[in-house]
């Protein structure tokens, strides 16, 4: 299945990220009405143009999660 980054979907995703960057891939697929998959593929078009960038933490369980944050570049185009 191919997906494109379109720029609806881009900002709609900044949006959300702004808001809450620690929604996992899973929180944010759900918020947004789509699959997984596109939202897996919508985070990593938007890491390598620079919007957004990756870091790890742990919850509060002790695992390891991701937060998606924005870049000083992701927050103008939002």
Avoid: W
Wanted: net charge positive; charged share 20%.
């Amino acid at each position: 299945m191919h997906f494109m980054l379109n720029q609806d979907n881009q900002f709609s995703i900044l949006q959300v990220l702004e808001q809450s960057p620690n929604y996992s891939q899973r929180d944010l697929a759900g918020k947004l009405g789509m699959s997984l998959g596109k939202a897996n593929y919508c985070l990593k078009g938007l890491i390598d143009k620079g919007l957004v960038k990756v870091e790890n933490f742990k919850n509060s369980r002790n695992k390891i999660q991701y937060a998606y944050l924005l870049t000083p570049q992701g927050m103008s185009e939002k």
